[in-house]
């Protein structure tokens, strides 16, 4: 069964800029504290690959997953999802709507299978204390996106790019 979550935030920043951060799922460790490493085979586009490292506990503290983008609409909203034959299903929808020149709203969604936690844990948990305990771990990472993003505390992305976005 799976867990079915959805968060938002308003960032005061450029759509474009916030849109080119959370659709490189490279940037997800800056933001997400489960993450350890991403690399992407290509930039994110439709069909772009990724392999994504994440610690889920001490008993699965390098879970492995392949996805792959299957929906990208430039500036705007961008889903990667488990490649097919994955043992566990993810899906994560990141949407980025303008509401002014400066200020934007993300909108990120996210379904994944109940049954990683067991995998993590050895245990299952009921699912309401699964997709609590996922709702505030996805209010701490919009709050740190927010942060990251209006104080243009961008460090760890290169010097090209940023020059790109000024």
Same mark, same amino acid.
Request: net charge positive.
């Given at each position: #069964?799976? =867990?079915?979550?959805?968060? *938002? =935030?308003?960032?005061?920043?450029?759509? $474009?800029?916030?849109?080119?951060?959370?659709?490189?799922?490279?940037?997800?460790?800056?933001?997400?504290?489960?993450?350890?490493?991403?690399?992407?085979? *290509?930039?994110? *586009?439709?069909?772009? !690959? *990724?392999?994504? &490292? $994440?610690?889920?506990?001490?008993?699965?503290?390098?879970?492995?997953?392949? !996805?792959?983008?299957?929906?990208?609409?430039?500036?705007?909203?961008?889903?990667? +999802?488990?490649?097919?034959? &994955?043992?566990?299903?993810?899906?994560?929808?990141? !949407?980025?709507? %303008?509401?002014?020149?400066?200020?934007?709203?993300? =909108?990120? $969604?996210? &379904?994944?299978?109940?049954?990683?936690?067991?995998?993590?844990?050895?245990?299952? !948990?009921? #699912?309401?204390? $699964?997709? #609590?305990? %996922?709702?505030?771990? #996805?209010?701490?990472?919009?709050?740190?996106?927010? &942060?990251?993003?209006?104080?243009?505390?961008?460090?760890? =992305?290169?010097?090209?790019? +940023?020059?790109?976005? %000024?």
């Amino acid at each position: #069964m799976n =867990i079915n979550i959805e968060g *938002a =935030i308003t960032i005061n920043a450029e759509r $474009s800029i916030v849109f080119d951060y959370i659709s490189n799922l490279e940037n997800d460790k800056y933001w997400r504290k489960e993450i350890n490493w991403t690399a992407m085979t *290509a930039k994110p *586009a439709l069909g772009a !690959l *990724a392999e994504e &490292s $994440s610690f889920l506990s001490k008993r699965a503290p390098n879970n492995i997953l392949k !996805l792959h983008c299957i929906e990208f609409l430039g500036n705007k909203k961008v889903v990667y +999802q488990t490649v097919p034959g &994955s043992t566990f299903y993810l899906k994560s929808s990141r !949407l980025v709507e %303008a509401i002014s020149a400066s200020e934007c709203k993300v =909108i990120y $969604s996210l &379904s994944f299978d109940n049954g990683i936690i067991k995998h993590a844990l050895g245990f299952s !948990l009921p #699912m309401f204390v $699964s997709r #609590m305990v %996922a709702k505030n771990d #996805m209010k701490k990472y919009l709050a740190t996106l927010k &942060s990251i993003l209006e104080t243009g505390n961008v460090s760890h =992305i290169s010097k090209e790019e +940023q020059q790109v976005k %000024a």
